[in-house]
């Protein structure tokens, strides 16, 4: 039996991925914030005959009291995590601060990624073929990084907030072989372009209506975009880090991936975080 973490694991891809290894076996923790949701999943779950390896984490991970808590209670049942799935986005067409402060797309899509990696990365090392799949939009795609404005108090837009979060991400996986090296952990980082999922549910209606119609002629069923995602973790590259279109491998070239930057970037985060990694209580 193997153990995976999976933030956004009650909806769309996330959801997906989770019951696809609780059907063979497996045992998953998903990780989001709404409670309906995770009771339907624990309730797909049984259905499965899965009920003892379905754990919901209830957890707002825009918050850094969200993201420990994750740790918390994985690490109160498992000291081993075979996978780390990053799933959980949601847009926010207006800019909205997280009680710590933190622009909330930069705090759920960027932070999270960063705290819950490098938090259970000694349970995923005690892992047989350990992998973190994080899946986002890397390599290629519009966005900038604004290095004196991280929390986007100056011209927010929501497209610009995300696109952000993706070259942030970008970043995130290209520093992390060197956080860990020699580590056995590999980090894939994984475009899976359009899917019909309820992304376009928090958009502003008239954006909303395009983009449901435009996913449903374009974008593939979820059982058919999670295919190649849990081929990948199943059996991920020999690389540290590796990107993908799809099944289209991707170069890890040009400012993306570019390591100057990203040690940059990892110096500024471990600085915005300090050491609230921490599972245990710090009233520091």
Not at 95 to 123: C, K, N
Request: proline share 6%; hydrophobic share 45%.
């Amino acid at each position: 039996m193997r153990t995976y973490v999976i933030t956004g694991g009650t909806d769309g891809m996330g959801k997906g991925l989770g019951l696809h290894f609780l059907g063979r076996g497996d045992r998953v923790f998903a990780v989001a914030s709404g409670a309906a949701k995770g009771a339907r999943f624990l309730s797909e779950a049984a259905a499965l005959g899965a009920a003892d390896r379905a754990v919901f984490v209830q957890a707002d991970l825009s918050t850094v009291a969200g993201m420990r808590k994750v740790l918390a209670e994985v690490e109160a049942v498992t000291d081993t995590v075979d996978g780390l799935v990053f799933g959980a986005q949601n847009f926010r067409s207006v800019r909205q601060e997280t009680a710590d402060g933190f622009e909330y797309t930069f705090a759920l899509l960027y932070l999270s990624r960063y705290v819950l990696g490098h938090g259970l990365f000694d349970a995923l090392e005690r892992a047989t073929v350990p992998v973190i799949m994080n899946i986002a939009g890397p390599g290629g795609l519009p966005g900038t990084i604004e290095w004196d404005d991280l929390q986007l108090r100056d011209g927010y837009r929501g497209m610009r907030a995300s696109m952000q979060s993706s070259r942030c991400i970008d970043l995130l996986g290209a520093q992390f072989p060197q956080r860990h090296p020699g580590a056995r952990t590999r980090y894939v980082l994984y475009n899976p372009l359009m899917v019909r999922t309820a992304m376009a549910d928090p958009l502003p209606m008239m954006h909303r209506l395009l983009t449901k119609a435009w996913l449903l002629v374009a974008g593939q069923p979820v059982h058919k975009a999670i295919v190649p995602i849990a081929e990948l973790i199943d059996h991920p590259p020999t690389e540290p880090l590796a990107a993908f279109r799809r099944r289209t491998r991707l170069p890890l070239a040009g400012t993306d991936f570019d390591p100057a930057r990203a040690r940059r970037l990892d110096a500024i985060t471990a600085e915005l975080v300090d050491d609230r990694t921490s599972p245990v209580d710090n009233d520091r």
